[in-house]
């Protein structure tokens, strides 16, 4: 699957770097970073390929690029679609993991984390995966199934291998609880803005400030703020309080109904030049 | 409904304890691979049920549900004409069909709906397949106050549309799952996903063994009275235990409430028959177990066997009854059949129409499709037994549902120039 040449971690660009110091490091001195999303296969990885160029050239920083599932529980309708739609169109593991492999030498200024569910870790080798994900230049896991607690052969693959397990805490997530997935996570917090699946607006307001701030106050990484992120407006309230902004379903709304030309522009918008 | 000098509570933890794991594992399988945003409403379940294992208040109320509005006991009706058919092993079976709404699925509704009253919830969520769990979740909601929606694969309602309508009548929202194999698996999904949206006022009344921890716990400790009743039945009716329980496995829920009181009898045999439909090797079915084809894998929030692909990706299942067409199987069935208590076999629909109009001219029942695999699975196996045997079939639920599926498989047309009579009379008084 991999070519071989990167196998001894050699990577282009700064992605050599650990993903917190990444994202507090960041030399463009924006207020906030942009992570984006894109589900391989889906429409197809042409498009895919396309979009992470628009993204690079966009000041994007960070890429999720979703492995799709059959079982997308955490995904909305429109993500829930595009899982179903790539799988249909034969979409493997082999073959998102051969794609990854190319953007990540090909977008040296991006950094590429990997989002999906845990049986397809579990099938491909959990151990396997990781060390996969390692050679390849994945600097981040997000599997919102593999609870911490039960995927304690993950975890340690994910610290064996230097490759950020990254965990998810909601507005329900108590302070005790904050306190211990603060601990495990790698590279960042992944704060999901609201209760829900992804892809339905968040009102971003009071409620989400003081979730913030009491993440704030116990994390000891820096914090991404995904969920329900659709405009301008909702990156500019989250600038100062947050380090990522994750804007996925909005992304792919836009592609669907506008095109890449779409994309760009709506790009454009959120990201500060 | 129990008998003897211990508590209701003690006679159902005793049953349902033999197998439940306080830590959701068992063996290999099951577990809580559940997203961070339901961390809280599992803690408050787990709390919840914690509480209610030892409130003997709660069990009364339960059970005097069961007894004065479901109608436990539900007999064990001694099968002696088809015993006579097949001149080997008595035939009893466990007459689950005869609760209230049809089915086993009852005795798990009416116990999570007061779980979920007690949690101070207003509403529920269910998935179903065949529509027995929705109708009997939506009769539960009603009966006790709570409003209800049900999650229903679109494929699944084409089969089942007779119990669409009565959830519908019953006061609860059906809402169609339109993606994937739209069955019962995709079901689930969407009750998940509106689950984590929800849960501060909604309850999911998860409908079979399977799920994340506590689920098969709860349902298990739900249905274990069907088993509780079965062994004191066939005690006074024959003075000793069965040789063999016979259950159908969909997730798994009427085969563990039945298995449940036999499991520490090691001489019972407890057979489980999944869902053979076009045979092996045909890519169409549901025998997880039976077939040697399930692997183990993590999705729906548990860890068990399932129909999957190299990548993990399950795959589409295949039944003539919507009940059973699932990917997975409760994680205690999963070890249950690893430990070789449980032991696996399938019944093709093919098995299973020539069963069912044999139970039908011998014994006047008509079983559910779900159910009449249990029956397959014995009669596949009643040649290896003798006249000193008895076998317990549980019939889980009745067939009326399965009008349309049961006359399509019999290719009756005189049921079908009736259904076209009728189109044509709704046509013209739409003109």
């Known amino acids: 699957m991999m070519n071989g040449k990167h196998l001894s971690g050699e990577k282009p660009g700064n992605s050599k770097m650990r993903l917190a110091e990444r994202i507090t490091g960041s030399p463009s001195g924006q207020p906030i970073q942009i992570m984006t999303h894109q589900i391989l296969g889906y429409p197809d990885f042409d498009t895919n390929y396309e979009m992470i160029r628009l993204f690079q050239e966009s000041g994007a920083r960070f890429v999720e690029l979703q492995l799709p599932f059959s079982e997308p529980i955490a995904d909305g309708p429109v993500f829930l679609h595009a899982n179903q739609a790539s799988l249909a169109s034969g979409t493997t593991t082999k073959q998102c993991l051969e794609f990854a492999e190319r953007v990540v030498t090909d977008f040296p200024g991006l950094s590429f984390l990997f989002m999906t569910y845990y049986n397809v870790v579990i099938q491909y080798g959990i151990e396997e995966f990781v060390k996969a994900c390692a050679a390849i230049g994945i600097q981040g896991l997000i599997v919102p199934d593999a609870y911490p607690e039960e995927s304690q052969e993950f975890m340690e693959a994910c610290r064996q291998n230097g490759v950020e397990p990254i965990l998810i805490v909601t507005p329900y997530t108590s302070s005790e609880r904050l306190v211990y997935l603060s601990a495990v996570t790698g590279g960042f917090l992944y704060c999901a803005a609201r209760k829900g699946v992804t892809g339905t607006k968040t009102s971003f307001g009071k409620e989400t400030e003081a979730f913030i701030t009491r993440v704030r106050s116990i994390a000891r990484t820096p914090i991404a703020v995904g969920f329900g992120i659709q405009s301008d407006q909702d990156v500019r309230f989250l600038e100062g309080k947050c380090d990522i902004a994750i804007i996925g379903t909005q992304i792919l709304t836009v592609l669907e109904q506008e095109g890449l030309s779409g994309v760009k522009r709506f790009l454009k918008t959120i990201i500060p030049a | ?431």
């Not at chain 2, 961390?39 to 049920?49: L, N």
């Not at chain 2, 997730?251 to 045999?269: I, K, M, T």
């Not at chain 2, 077939?291 to 990706?313: H, P, R, S």
């Not at chain 2, 290719?411 to 259904?419: G, H, L, N, P, Y």
Request: proline residues 2%; aromatic residues 10%.
């Open chain 2, 1 to 431: 409904m129990m008998s003897g000098h211990k508590t209701v509570f003690q006679t159902i933890s005793a049953a349902a304890e033999a197998l439940v794991k306080d830590d959701g594992y068992y063996g290999n399988y099951g577990g809580s691979f559940i997203p961070e945003i339901l961390v809280p409403a599992f803690a408050e379940i787990k709390e919840h049920f914690a509480a209610i294992k030892q409130d003997e208040a709660f069990w009364q109320e339960y059970c005097s549900l069961l007894a004065d509005y479901s109608g436990r006991p539900t007999p064990l009706t001694y099968a002696d004409r088809l015993t006579d058919y097949f001149g080997r092993a008595k035939i009893y079976v466990k007459r689950e069909d005869l609760n209230h709404t049809g089915a086993h699925k009852l005795n798990n509704a009416l116990g999570q709906v007061l779980l979920a009253k007690k949690m101070g919830k207003t509403r529920v969520i269910a998935e179903t397949g065949a529509g027995q769990h929705g109708v009997a979740t939506a009769t539960a909601a009603a009966k006790l106050g709570l409003t209800a929606t049900i999650y229903m694969g679109r494929e699944d309602m084409e089969r089942q549309y007779s119990n669409v309508f009565w959830m519908k009548r019953l006061g609860a929202e059906v809402i169609a799952v339109d993606y994937g194999s739209r069955t019962l698996k995709d079901a689930i999904n969407e009750a998940l996903r509106d689950w984590v949206s929800s849960f501060e006022t909604t309850h999911y009344v998860l409908g079979t063994a399977s799920g994340a921890h506590p689920f098969p716990a709860i349902v298990s400790y739900f249905q274990a009275v069907i088993g509780i009743e079965a062994k004191e039945q066939i005690l006074r009716a024959e003075g000793r235990l069965p040789s063999r329980v016979y259950a159908c496995v969909g997730g798994g829920s009427n085969a563990l409430g039945v298995f449940q009181a036999f499991y520490p009898h090691g001489d019972v045999e407890l057979v489980g028959v999944e869902a053979g439909g076009e045979g092996q090797g045909s890519g169409r079915h549901a025998a997880r177990i039976a077939y040697g084809e399930g692997k183990a894998g993590v999705a729906q929030g548990f860890k068990t066997l399932f129909l999957q692909n190299n990548d993990g990706q399950m795959k589409d299942t295949y039944s003539l009854a919507a009940g059973l067409d699932y990917v997975g199987v409760s994680p205690i069935l999963a070890d249950l059949s690893e430990r070789g208590r449980v032991r696996f076999t399938a019944a093709t629909d093919t098995e299973v129409v020539e069963a069912l109009e044999i139970i039908m001219k011998t014994e006047g029942l008509i079983p559910a499709l779900e159910s009449t695999h249990a029956f397959a699975g014995a009669f596949n196996d009643i040649t290896e037994s003798s006249g000193s045997d008895i076998f317990i079939i549980n019939m889980s639920g009745r067939g009326d549902k399965d009008i349309f599926n049961v006359a399509e498989g019999l290719q009756d047309d005189e049921w079908k120039a009736f259904i076209r009579r009728k189109a044509r009379q709704f046509e013209n008084a739409a003109r």
